[in-house]
Structures are given as C-alpha cells and as structure tokens.
C-alpha cells in the first residue's frame, strides 16, 4: 500500500521560509519520480516542483530561486525548501509520485 504523508506546513509571515516533507513507503522511492504540487481555493492544482530519480530538478517559473526541491533515498524523503514566501504562495501543498499517488496535503499560508 502506497503511503505519502506530508508535514511541515503552518503560517509564515511574508519574507519567511518553511521546509515541507513528503515521507513515502510502499514504493521504489530511489526509482521515482516525485514532485510537489499546490492549489488555492478556486484554482487549478499546478507543480511546484519536480525531482527525477536521478536527481534532476524542474520548478514553476514563479517559484524558481525561492524554493528548492531535494530527495533523501536513504529516508524514502521528498522535501521543499521555501524561502521568500509571499502571500501568493498560499495554498496546499501536496507531494506526488510518477505513478499517480498522492499525499494528503498540508496547509501553507504566508500573510502579508
């Protein structure tokens, strides 16, 4: 059975960081693909963020330089490094594998 659970959202002030965590079990992690997902009310859920197994990384153009996506193989462990939040980056945050499984999702919200 498939399982990702995330942690690490809460409120942030504007200019601050949060560090989110996606642990998996029931899959290869070191042979996944995994990828952070958002979405806030009234919108459609967009990728934040994505890593290949081989560790190479994308972003959404309006996270790029602010957020930094990383994988621990070793702890089956996704993470997302969000520094400079801003109140646009308010949503919830879910992680993702390539084969379509999703996590529960954690709440971000950044004030201004």
């Known amino acids: 059975q498939v399982q990702l659970v995330e942690s690490g959202g809460g409120l942030v002030q504007a200019g601050g960081s949060l560090r989110l965590s996606c642990a998996a079990s029931?899959?290869?992690?070191?042979?996944?693909?995994m990828g952070w997902y958002r979405q806030s009310p009234g919108k459609q859920r967009e990728l934040v963020a994505g890593i290949r197994s081989n560790g190479w990384t994308n972003y959404a153009d309006s996270v790029k330089g602010r957020f930094t996506i990383s994988r621990d193989n070793a702890k089956s462990t996704v993470y997302l490094q969000m520094n400079s939040l801003k109140p646009e980056d308010t949503a919830v945050y879910y992680c993702s594998t390539s084969n379509n499984y999703w996590g529960q999702g954690t709440q971000v919200t950044v004030s201004s």
């Open positions: 029931g899959i290869i992690f070191r042979l996944s693909a």
